[in-house]
């Protein structure tokens, strides 16, 4: 069975500690995103990658950055966490780009910065 | 400009009502992809289904199906004979053809009281 695996479900950090969290899919897919979602916004886009060390900005990107060091896994990055930054965060990957396919998504990471 | 718009933010319905889940999307572009995700509350979106621009055949699964009209660029999804277990958050979302990116609707949340 595909996986997209998120390291947390639950986090709680506090304002400008640096907040790092982490996907990793086992299905070889090339396109990896980063999702934020809120109650009445739906999901967007904060970032994502079409392959290694590829990565580019999605609609939301400020006080975000991402790494992509390997193929399976993409993280993302909050340099100095607010408390605007409380959410539920999603990763997705998919297997190409300008295909069909839709994502497979992991479980969330719900982020709450006190 | 690239837009999902799902109106109906919450519906509760009695179990074995029919509901159907509207949504209305934007774009210029003439190839493109439509989704429909279920968000249970464990929290990973869940891949419904798949329609791309060519393809306006309605089709059915089960209790689900799907109304895919350009003419009212609409693709508006039906539950029918609906059950408890269908309580979940719904996303319609699309796929420029250009791009790998889902742009999502608001989401509509389901309750389905027995």
């Known amino acids: 069975d595909v996986k997209v695996t998120q390291s947390s479900r639950y986090l709680v950090k506090r304002t400008g500690e640096k907040v790092f969290l982490e996907c990793v899919q086992d299905m070889d897919h090339e396109n990896m995103f980063w999702y934020r979602q809120d109650p009445g916004l739906g999901l967007r886009l904060i970032y994502f990658s079409y392959d290694v060390k590829m990565k580019e900005k999605g609609d939301i990107p400020e006080g975000y950055s991402v790494s992509r060091e390997k193929k399976e896994r993409f993280s993302l990055i909050l340099e100095s966490a607010s408390t605007n930054q409380t959410s539920m965060y999603l990763c997705?990957?998919?297997?190409?780009?300008?295909?069909?396919?839709?994502?497979?998504f992991g479980s969330g990471t719900r982020l709450t910065v006190v | 400009a690239q837009k999902v718009t799902q109106a109906q933010t919450e519906i509760s319905v009695v179990e074995k009502e029919d509901v159907t889940l509207d949504c209305v999307y934007e774009t210029r572009d003439t190839t493109y992809y439509l989704f429909w995700y279920k968000q249970p509350p464990s929290g990973e979106l869940v891949f419904l289904i798949r329609r791309n621009s060519f393809d306006e055949q309605n089709e059915i699964s089960g209790r689900y199906s799907w109304n895919f009209q350009k003419s009212t660029s609409s693709f508006n999804f039906t539950i029918t004979a609906s059950q408890v277990v269908d309580s979940a958050v719904y996303f319609c979302a699309l796929r420029p053809g250009n791009t790998g990116k889902l742009i999502f609707g608001q989401g509509t949340t389901l309750q389905v009281k027995p």
């Open positions: 997705a990957s998919s297997l190409q780009y300008r295909t069909n396919y839709g994502y497979t």
